[in-house]
């Protein structure tokens, strides 16, 4: 019993610590474009985001519940496992930080969910039909961000392509804020879920909670809500330099038109009945700012940039999948 409350506790810590470092990862999700644009001082848009990625973390379960169920099958869970993947989530996430790339949490969580339980019973355990689901809100989520984000782009251009300037950047400026609070908010929703669906497996192992109730208890959500607030705080100043400006040079109405794109598709896929789906935030708002840029000339893209964070997220799933495994074979062995 005592060893099975040290590594709960463990994975609890680990849980937190990865939602924390996902904080201040994806922080440039929520606040590049406003930043680069100048809409928000830096000091004042990570604040803002820290804030609104707290409410919008308490906001819903749905993608927790995911998390929870469809990767693996909590039967199969232990709490070795847990630790493998998010120790494997985890260094992905601040090896990519410490370069400057922005690559997704979600791909490296459930790389390395699948990775730790392969390893540990074989590939019978996962549940393919939940992962294909996920998979593919990961796929093509970023490709609607595009798509919308050239069609969002080019209706703006439309309606406000006689206004000045300097007019056009002052108003959109303002917009940007309520943009990027929105976005702030919907990256809390999806994003903080997904350790409280890992926290969750982790209760259900240690017999604390029943396989039939997938609900996060309430400190589990205000902690991992607690923890990617202050992660956010903390800043990501080098993926916000890749975000804000490697990929195309952003005015105002460039900003607020990838910030609304990529709210609606990562709220699409937190709330809508039957979806409940984790989403790259980082994958959806590069897709949406690619989108843009290429309404306004293709070539305004730097597709060059865009192609080695392209290989990033090719290279997640498998990376931590691998390195997960030998985490846990690792575990295992200094267990027995």
């Known amino acids: 019993m005592t060893s099975v409350s040290v590594m709960l506790v463990l994975v609890v810590f680990l849980a937190l610590a990865f939602d924390y470092i996902n904080g201040f990862h994806d922080t440039a999700n929520a606040i590049a474009t406003s930043v680069s644009t100048r809409a928000l001082t830096p000091k004042r848009a990570v604040m803002m985001a820290a804030v609104l990625n707290l409410i919008g973390a308490l906001y819903s379960t749905g993608v927790a519940q995911t998390i929870a169920k469809d990767i693996v099958s909590p039967t199969f869970v232990t709490q070795e496992v847990v630790v493998a993947a998010l120790l494997s989530a985890t260094a ?57 984000g050239f069609i969002v782009m080019k209706t703006l251009a439309f309606i406000f392509g006689n206004f000045t300037p300097s007019r ?46 997938l609900n996060p208890h309430i400190w589990v959500k205000v902690s991992c809500a607690l923890a990617m607030a202050a992660g956010t705080a903390a800043g990501g100043w080098k993926i916000i330099r890749t975000m804000g400006g490697k990929i195309f040079k952003l005015e105002p109405i460039n900003g607020f038109a990838a910030d609304l794109t990529s709210s609606a ?17 980082t994958h959806v708002v590069s897709g949406s700012i690619m989108g843009v840029g290429s309404a306004k ?12 964070m392209l290989v990033a997220w090719l290279v997640t799933i498998p990376s931590t ?16």
Do not use: C, E
């Open 92 to 148: 992905w996430n601040l090896l990519t930080w410490y370069f400057g790339i922005p690559s997704s949490s979600s791909h490296a969580l459930i790389g390395g969910m699948a990775g730790a339980a392969v390893a540990k019973a074989g590939f019978s355990v996962l549940h393919w039909q939940g992962i294909g689901k996920i998979i593919a809100a990961l796929v093509f989520s970023p490709i609607i961000g595009m798509a919308l």
């Open 168 to 213: 056009l950047n002052q108003g959109f400026k303002k917009m940007q804020v309520i943009s990027a609070g929105l976005l702030a908010f919907n990256h809390g929703s999806n994003d903080a879920q997904k350790s409280m669906g890992i926290i969750t497996m982790a209760l259900i192992a240690a017999g604390l909670q029943s396989q039939t109730d």
């Open 265 to 281: 598709v990562i709220w699409s896929a937190t709330v809508l009945p039957g979806l409940h789906l984790p989403v790259s935030t």
């Open 297 to 308: 000339r293709v070539s305004a893209v730097r597709w060059g940039v865009a192609q080695q």
């Open 321 to 336: 999948s691998l390195f997960a495994a030998l985490v846990y074979f690792g575990l295992s062995k200094l267990l027995l």
